[in-house]
């Protein structure tokens, strides 16, 4: 017995060796692969979703949750065998999202943005609102302005969407709404809008004021008899709003005298954007993008882009600028697109994007991404490296998708790696990962096609205008009362 005492202490010992290495291999994500009889190093998966309790199948079969981690408010899948893996992310109530993965040693596979659209999302109607045309949003995230055409009248309703209640703030009989696509501008505040619209063949623009529903023609305060086009309000000034004559840019305070002349600033202006206390302008002498204040216009332009475009100044251009590295060039008849990104590095990009075609264009909130999109397409193009997996180099464009019918209302969702579009009487969204395939998933459908797509995502809304003139919504995404279903 005591010749056996030693080999039963060297094999507890053996013993624990072995577990005590194999947890630590464990720990450290190695497997024993069976039917190479050797240990892999294993990687994993890990997934964000909204909504974010969810179920999760790898290679069909279903991940308990007391199997998921979480880590960097995601959810963590690992030791998963290095090679493809199928992932399905489901919810009850929801279309399903699935994709291939290719997971590799060592490595954490990210998805981060899994949106699960309702099966059935449930369209909500605003009671009392009819014969709407087109909805403008305030900076106020509670009020819409909403157009609609009366019979031989046109009005502007204030809509608080937080109590449901609107209020007539703008009437007038024999106009319309513009058909160039122009919009209702809220001023910064929100007391006051820039109505635009046609009457007898002309286009025509009114400052109103909410409050006492005080409508003063844009026309008289400038003092001009010329059409005028593209007021828009001084995002810092109150009550300054700037507007072009030809292409000479004037600046304006609604609250002056009969007698105060409105101010001229520049001449040859073929476009311009407002973008905090600066005004960025196309000159039409050399085809060049420039910088001045808007407090101070006197003072000497700054020079923004360093090349000239192919210009024609016989054209309407438009340009949307995220900051002074950053702007979009359109022309508006033909849809050529030019875009400027200056770098970083230092290193300047002034290129076309879009020979042709362009119907409009959007930064992303942070500005490394740039929506695009023709009758048909919708790309994006990558305004800095994007770090985030799916990695995405600065500099380069990628076609996100394009159908045979006409596509409108084209807009980035609030993560920025989705877009929402509608397809006749659909509005889809589409992922720009493309890992595998784009998960594309229809949110809702309308008897009639829809004529606006309007998010506003801080109310959990997307509001909808169909070519009947109905106003509706859907929330989306969908609230959630809870993290990862723990």
């Not at 408010?73 to 992932?87: K, T, V, Y």
């Amino acid at each position: 017995m005591t010749h056996i005492r030693p080999f039963v202490f060297f094999a507890f010992v053996g013993l624990f060796f072995i577990t005590a290495f194999s947890v630590v291999f464990y720990a450290f994500g190695y497997r024993f692969n069976l039917e190479r009889g050797i240990f892999i190093y294993t990687g994993s998966i890990s997934i964000k979703s909204a909504p974010e309790t969810v179920d999760i199948r790898i290679d069909g079969k279903p991940i308990s949750q007391k199997n998921l981690g979480i880590l960097n408010n995601s959810i963590l899948i690992s030791g998963l065998a290095p090679g493809e893996h199928f992932i399905e992310v489901s919810a009850p109530g929801y279309l399903p999202w699935s994709k291939k993965a290719l997971v590799a040693s060592g490595l954490s596979t990210e998805f981060w943005n899994v949106l699960l659209a309702e099966e059935r999302a449930t369209l909500q109607d605003i009671p009392g609102v009819d014969s709407v045309k087109k909805t403008f949003p305030a900076p106020d995230q509670n009020l819409l302005a909403i157009a609609r055409q009366g019979d031989d009248e046109f009005i502007v309703d204030i809509l608080d969407t937080a109590t449901g209640k609107s209020e007539r703030v703008f009437s007038l009989p024999g106009a319309s709404l513009p058909l160039n696509g122009e919009n209702i501008e809220w001023s910064p505040d929100n007391r006051k809008l820039i109505v635009p619209f046609e009457q007898a063949g002309v286009r025509l623009y009114s400052i109103v004021t909410i409050t006492d529903k005080l409508v003063v023609p844009l026309e008289r305060l400038a003092h001009h008899e010329r059409e005028l086009h593209n007021p828009r309000w001084d995002s810092t000034t109150r009550d300054i709003v700037f507007y072009l004559d030809g292409t000479t840019l004037y600046r304006a305070d609604t609250e002056a005298s009969d007698d105060d002349r409105p101010l001229a600033i520049r001449e040859n202006v073929l476009a311009y954007d407002i973008s905090g206390n600066d005004i960025y302008y196309l000159s039409g002498d050399d085809g060049i993008v420039y910088r001045m204040s808007g407090n101070n216009p006197g003072a000497d332009p700054t020079q923004i882009t360093t090349t000239s475009i192919d210009l024609d100044s016989q054209v309407p251009h438009s340009i949307v600028v995220y900051d002074d590295a950053r702007l979009a060039i359109r022309e508006r008849e033909t849809g050529k697109l030019w875009i400027y990104n200056k770098l970083p590095s230092g290193e300047t990009i002034l290129r076309p994007l879009a020979a042709d075609g362009a119907r409009g264009v959007q930064f992303s909130n942070d500005g490394k991404k740039l929506l695009f999109f023709t009758d048909n397409e919708i790309s994006v193009y990558f305004v800095r490296d994007w770090e985030a997996q799916p990695m995405r180099e600065k500099n380069t464009a990628i076609q996100v998708a394009r159908f045979s019918s006409a596509i409108k209302n084209v807009q980035w969702t609030e993560d920025y790696e989705h877009i929402l579009f509608t397809l006749n009487g659909s509005a889809k969204i589409i992922e720009l990962d493309s890992r595998d395939r784009r998960n594309m998933a229809e949110i809702a459908t309308f008897p009639a096609p829809v004529s606006q797509a309007l998010s506003r995502f801080g109310e959990n809304r997307i509001y909808f205008v169909s070519e009947s003139g109905s106003l509706d919504y859907i929330l989306f995404p969908a609230s959630q009362t809870n993290i990862f279903g723990f």
